[in-house]
């Protein structure tokens, strides 16, 4: 390797490093092969940008994950893999070869959408969490984004009639990100049946146990009538373990049998992530105190924004989306950063949208304390 590829290769490195730690040079951990890996945020760090649940994994996930690695780690996974299909299967009323597990729920919504993207065009709202279709219509197919109404709803009146003979698969993110709004449960799921008879449709339930009703929010109960529906779970939002790299879909066993043969099934499953996800999955001790902790960072920022005369859409998730008014969501952005308070910055072309994730309720402090001075640097 030459002098400047070694550089730039080190300096990629580097960046990445920060990066995947969530957190930009100024704010870093500061992971170097001299201080060693940095597994998390800095503890001055409020990192409040990506919808993580930073009170997970639950205890019971984090030993059963060290004793899966102790005694597994040196093996291929295999029968946590079985175990934690039977268990979501048997939740939801469905066979376990309806039960497609991946590296966090993107690997599946990866495969979907590339195996969509191959038959033709994917249906959207012009806001979701677009990442995966992003990817896995590099090779072929569009997406076709909709204008949502104006309250910011992704708009399921104009997205019936858009599915034309092109259409390969219907994407819905139910509650969506980054807005946090959750479609009413009876009108989705009367337009899923009309729509599924067209193409299929996809329905990222990602943030579905943060709901006031994940049961009535759920599609869920359309795989088991048989209808052409496919729902995307995960266990990085609630559940708190975004590292470990869990996710799911539940769909006909004709489906679920084409999403996995795009990916490499047990071969990129770990035994730390299958072992956590089994400890955590009926852990209602662990959930409801997320939910509990979620609600009060919620209230304290909506409090705040109230104060200062600014206000965020009605959330069902562990995030909420603010109306800055005339602000731009990336100097608001940089403002925050400057005090260690990590958001999100402009979407799209939602330039005075600002998101913010809850995280421990001292860093939920931190951006209540920080918010007004921010405001007032800009101007606001
Ligand atoms: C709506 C939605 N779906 C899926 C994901 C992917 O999460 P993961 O791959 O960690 O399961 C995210 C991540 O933020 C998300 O917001």
């Known amino acids: 390797m030459t002098e400047l590829s070694r550089r730039t290769f080190l300096g990629g490195t580097a960046a990445a490093a920060g990066l995947i730690a969530g957190v930009g040079a100024p704010l870093a951990a500061g992971s170097t092969a001299a201080s060693g890996p940095a597994y998390g945020p800095a503890a001055h760090v409020a990192k409040l940008d990506a919808n993580e649940n930073p009170y997970g994994p639950s205890p019971t996930a984090v030993k059963e994950a060290f004793e899966a690695v102790r005694q597994g780690g040196a093996y291929y996974v295999r029968d946590t893999v079985s175990l934690l299909k039977a268990m979501i299967a048997e939740r939801n009323g469905v066979s376990p070869d309806q039960v497609a597990l991946s590296n966090g729920s993107s690997a599946v919504l990866t495969f979907i959408a590339t195996a969509a993207g191959q038959r033709g065009n994917i249906l959207a709202p012009d806001l979701f969490w677009d990442s995966t279709v992003r990817r896995g219509t590099r090779q072929s197919g569009e997406i076709v984004r909709l204008p949502k109404t104006e309250s910011l709803a992704i708009d399921l009146d104009v997205m019936e009639p858009s599915i034309s003979d092109d259409i390969s698969l219907v994407h819905v993110t139910n509650p969506n990100n980054p807005t946090s709004l959750v479609l009413d449960g009876e009108a989705l799921r009367a337009f899923c049946k009309r729509a599924s008879k067209k193409a299929t449709v996809l329905v990222d339930e990602a943030y579905n146990e943060l709901t006031d009703n994940p049961e009535y929010y759920s599609m869920v109960d359309l795989v088991r009538e048989g209808h052409d529906v496919i729902i995307a779970r995960t266990f990085s939002k609630i559940y708190g373990m975004a590292g470990m790299r869990v996710g799911y879909t539940i769909a006909s066993p004709e489906n679920t049998a084409l999403i996995e043969s795009y990916g490499l099934g047990d071969y990129t499953l770990n035994q730390a992530g299958m072992a956590a996800a089994v400890a955590s999955y009926n852990d209602r001790g662990f959930l409801e105190m997320s939910r509990a902790k979620i609600f009060e960072g919620r209230e304290m920022i909506e409090a705040v924004l109230t104060s200062v005369g600014l206000s965020a859409l009605p959330s069902a998730t562990n ?62």
Do not use: T
């Open 319 to 380: 995030f909420l989306f603010v109306d800055l008014g005339g602000l731009n969501a990336d100097d608001f952005q940089a403002a925050m950063a400057a005090r260690n308070v990590r958001v999100r910055g402009v979407y799209r072309d939602y330039h005075n949208w600002s998101r913010v994730s809850m995280g421990r309720l001292e860093h939920v402090q931190m951006y209540v304390d920080a918010l007004p001075p921010v405001l007032e640097s800009l101007g606001a």
